[in-house]
């Protein structure tokens, strides 16, 4: 018999859900509403009903579910909030959530902390990375700069090497750093294109390993020879009007290793050893069959035979093959005007003679020319040649500083052989090495009526005269008068 009017009704879905429902414990702090079946007790069911166990996936906290359903009749039933357990975390965040859009609700909750700590990431590797970049170009431009210093700075050794023709600047350097004179040819060849030097010529050089680059690459701009030739370990230089005791100092002065010792006194006993220079008359006949004898009383035989010039003092080189050399240059200079001398009725002692004093006494060509021609007049009419370069050099002072009071008292009344004041014609050798400017100079001396000439002292310009009058008038404006206001 059923108890309750309810009962005959058939099971609504709320019933039983219900009843597949387990019980759970009501809270005392939640306010549900009682069924009237739970007021009247327990209603038994068909069969004995066991308590199910199941396993607690979700909150134990009932949240209360509003179901309702209809009777028979249609008629609304009262709704009952059915407890159901769901997790406290979803609820708690839907309730939470703000009624936005979907995509509004992703834009909301994305943390910007993200974003600044993504920002500082890549701040912090962009400056490592150029941290890397200014580091890696610090140190390969200080590579750079390395490899275009010496291999060897204290390195005296010379090497010989060939550039071939038509190399460019990768085989050029491919070269030099296979001879040890570079450290890198790809570097060379990168330097050259940058400074642009395009101008390397090919042929044999010496070159040393305590050159840098930028050395290297100048000896390459010159040219090189045809052959190989032995590296010079030194340069010579010899000023023209240079005397022969002159000429020994700046040999004496030479630093090197060489064949043997090459000193100022070695220098002047060869330049006086008669085999020597009778083995150099055979030799260079038309230049040295005029040669004056000792007994003329010539300081030194050799003296202005010696051409001025620059000379590369190499490991084989000896005081004999140094003078040698010097008295080929001379021959070679004079070849072209050995038929010019001649026509002058001089012989090369005398042309050298007088270009020795064309050379002390004027340094412009015009004047040297003038000057010359003053000289032959004079040699012409008998007259002394009365040159005061002469005299200093039979005092043994050519070549020192003297000043112009010296110069203006020289004594002239000096016995000596080289005295041009008492004793008429030319002395007997030259006094010095003359210049080929000089030298073309007494060959084609400018020809006038003038027989003095006197330079002034403060300005050097070359005053002529023709009289002794004329000349007294000189001497006393530009040459007197300044050496009164000097004193």
């Known amino acids: 018999m059923p108890t309750h009017p309810s009962q005959d009704l058939p099971a609504s879905p709320a019933d039983e859900l219900q009843r597949e429902t387990p019980a759970v414990p009501t809270h005392p702090s939640q306010d549900v509403l009682s069924s009237p079946s739970e007021e009247s007790g327990s209603r038994p069911g068909p069969g004995p009903v066991s308590p199910r166990n199941v396993e607690k996936e979700f909150n134990e906290i009932p949240t209360r579910v509003a179901v309702s359903y209809k009777t028979e009749g249609q008629k609304e039933v009262v709704k009952k909030e059915v407890p159901t357990s769901q997790p406290v975390v979803e609820k708690k965040a839907v309730e939470e959530m703000p009624a936005t859009p979907r995509r509004s609700r992703r834009d909301t909750v994305q943390p910007t902390k993200k974003k600044k700590s993504g920002f500082k990431v890549f701040f912090i590797s962009l400056l490592i990375f150029l941290g890397l970049i200014s580091a890696g170009g610090y140190f390969g431009y200080q590579y750079v700069q390395s490899s275009l210093q010496p291999v060897d700075a204290s390195s005296k050794q010379y090497v010989t090497v060939q550039i071939p023709e038509g190399a460019n600047v990768q085989t050029i350097g491919s070269t030099l750093e296979k001879s040890g004179l570079i450290k ?38 010159k040219g090189g020879t045809a052959e190989a030739q032995e590296p010079a ?131 412009k060509t015009e004047d040297r020319k003038l000057i010359a021609g003053v000289f032959y007049n004079r040699l012409n009419l008998g007259m002394p040649l009365q040159s005061n370069i002469a005299i200093l050099y039979a005092q043994g002072k050519l070549g020192q500083k003297i000043s112009l009071a010296d110069d203006a008292g020289i004594d002239t009344t000096i016995n000596s052989p080289y005295n041009v004041y008492t004793k008429a014609g030319l002395m007997p050798g030259p006094v010095d090495s003359p210049s080929l400017d000089a030298i073309e100079a007494s060959i084609n001396q400018t020809k006038s009526d003038n027989l003095y000439f006197v330079a002034n002292v403060t300005d050097g310009k070359v005053y002529y005269a023709a009289t002794q009058e004329e000349h007294d008038r000189n001497v006393a404006e530009h040459v007197n008068s300044k050496l009164n206001q000097t004193n």
């Open 184 to 221: 890198h040819g790809v570097i060379f060849a990168f330097y050259a294109k940058y400074k642009n030097y395009s101008d390397l010529k090919s042929g044999y050089y010496n070159l040393q390993k305590s050159m840098s680059t930028e050395d290297i690459i100048h000896e390459l701009q």
């Open 233 to 363: 370990l030194a340069n010579l230089t010899i000023p023209e009007g240079y005397t022969i005791d002159q000429i020994a100092q700046a040999v004496g002065q030479l630093q090197g290793e060489f064949k043997e010792p090459l000193t100022a006194d070695a220098f002047l006993a060869k330049v006086q050893d008669e085999n020597f220079i009778s083995q150099e008359v055979a030799k260079y006949p038309s230049l040295l069959e005029s040669l004056p004898t000792k007994e003329s009383g010539v300081r030194y035989r050799l003296e202005g035979f010696l051409f001025p010039a620059t000379y590369s003092i190499k490991e084989s080189t000896t005081i004999e093959s140094l003078i040698d050399e010097m008295l080929a240059a001379m021959d070679k200079t004079l070849a072209p005007h050995y038929s010019a001398i001649k026509s002058k009725n001089l012989t090369v002692n005398e042309l050298l003679t007088i270009a020795s004093l064309v050379e002390k006494e004027g340094a």
